[in-house]
């Protein structure tokens, strides 16, 4: 048996639903591959497994309450929560779900859980009408978003007779997902500490100013209708609120977003590429860096109709598209007043070749490369991976929020900033 999680410490937190009875073999698959595990059971899965059996398969005594003098002696409720690299709460019911998103502390696991810094799973399991309400959806959709893990469910015939979405997963398939999120937390870990050594401190931009494009751009075809694409514009202003935050001075060029201005920055929101391209320009020449985000509409209708478009008897429409300007060549090509120019190159195969190509292409002085086939990162996701290139260098920032990776972003694209960085330095 491969030690994929030697002497890592996970924390399992069964609560009640028939499911719990694979809690057990889950133990023994996680102690098979060289895990610490220590067990919390709710009150409602004592009434479905016992602390007995748990503590037999993980070796360890089993913690039931907060009230318990003897067992807060021995390890107590803090000390349990920091214990841990991975809550994993497998089965988790509706009802933990619901009182996990709302931040409730009304037992020892949802108490270890508010009370611990290590990454937290959740394994649904319920029937499936249950798992269907918009309830328990919108707090698995608030879990998500405050970054815990959820583990399936999977679908299929359930204990009530039920058939669909609600099944916990099996206890391997919950095994390799644990290993996923160790290796994620791992290295998100490694990270932070570069990030933490090489930290820019807060004012430390200060003087310095960034202008950022950021979200999709909206290409009319007539009154109503338009080109775009999926962009949500969350990238640009995490970096425009890190630059923010750092003490520059920050001008965001914004498509079409809904999303709030982050403090201390000063917002141009524009519509159409030739409006974006427009704004840019004139404020990248009274920048110091430049940051192109922005997913700008490669083309644009050679003609708006000025009247909605009728359906007409064909089944086909022939639209006429012409190039919409490349707003961070037009930037990167300036002389003068040429800023320190990073791009975005958003791809789906074969990353960092085309992100490099694009780097020479547009003479930028740095690019982001970001796989947005990944599902968990890019567009309109709160995460992204991504690998920086310069001429010279290159540096991958594993996945992350989106915020904690504008923070590592800026502070590497000043710490290369040059200012005297024109376009023929940067292609001789
Ligand atoms: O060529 P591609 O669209 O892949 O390049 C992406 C980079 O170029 C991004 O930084 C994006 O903001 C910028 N771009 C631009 N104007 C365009 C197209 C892309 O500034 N018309």
Redesign the pocket.
Do not use: Q, R, W
């Given at each position: 048996m491969q030690q994929t999680l030697t002497a890592k410490r996970i924390l399992l937190g069964i609560s009640g639903g028939i499911a719990a009875y694979k809690s057990a073999d889950l133990v023994r698959r996680l102690k098979e591959r060289g895990a610490e595990v220590r067990v919390i059971l709710t009150d409602a899965a004592q009434q479905f497994i016992t602390p007995l059996t748990l503590q037999a398969v993980s070796g360890n005594p089993v913690s039931t309450s907060m009230l318990d003098p003897a067992a807060e002696a021995a390890m107590g409720h803090i000390e349990l929560a920091k214990w841990a690299d991975l809550i994993v709460v497998a089965p988790a019911s509706a009802d933990v779900i619901a009182r996990l998103a709302h931040g409730m502390a009304n037992d020892l696991l949802t108490t270890c859980v508010l009370a611990s810094a290590a990454p937290v799973a959740v394994a649904p399991a319920m029937n499936q009408q249950m798992y269907n309400n918009i309830a328990t959806q919108q707090n698995l959709a608030t879990l998500k978003k405050h970054n815990f893990h959820i583990y399936g469910p999977g679908a299929g015939e359930q204990a009530c007779g039920d058939v669909g979405y609600g099944r916990m997963l099996e206890p391997l398939e919950l095994v390799a997902l644990v290993e996923q999120s160790i290796e994620q937390s791992t290295i998100k870990q490694s990270v932070i500490q570069t990030h933490e050594q090489s930290q820019v401190p807060a004012g430390s931009l200060a003087g310095l100013r960034f202008t950022i494009?950021a979200g999709p751009t909206r290409e009319a075809l007539d009154p109503v209708r338009y080109l775009s694409n999926h962009s949500s514009g969350k990238m640009g202003f995490a970096l425009a609120a890190a630059a923010a935050t750092m003490g520059a001075e920050v001008t965001l060029i914004s498509g079409p977003v809904q999303l709030a201005t982050p403090a201390g920055v000063k917002r141009i929101d524009v519509i159409s590429?030739q409006q974006?391209?427009d704004a840019?320009l004139k404020a990248a020449v009274k920048s110091d860096i430049f940051?192109?985000?922005?997913?700008?509409?490669?083309y644009r209708a050679a003609d708006v109709a000025s009247n909605k478009l009728k359906k007409g008897a064909s089944n086909e429409l022939q639209l006429t598209l012409i190039?919409?300007?490349?707003?961070?060549?037009?930037?990167a090509g300036l002389h003068e007043l040429r800023p320190f120019t990073?791009?975005?190159?958003?791809?789906t195969q074969d990353v960092l070749n085309?992100a490099r190509q694009?780097l020479l292409k547009?003479k930028?002085d740095m690019?982001?490369a970001n796989d947005v086939s990944q599902p968990d990162a890019g567009f309109n996701s709160d995460q992204n991976a991504v690998t920086l290139l310069w001429q010279d260098g290159e540096q991958t920032l594993a996945l992350q929020s989106k915020t904690a990776l504008a923070a590592s972003l800026i502070t590497l694209i000043s710490q290369h900033y040059s200012p005297k960085s024109t376009t023929s330095e940067v292609t001789k």
């Open positions: 494009t590429a974006m391209h840019a940051i192109g985000c922005a997913a700008v509409a490669d190039k919409n300007p490349d707003i961070i060549a037009a930037v990073v791009g975005f190159a958003a791809e085309y694009k547009k930028l690019i982001c």
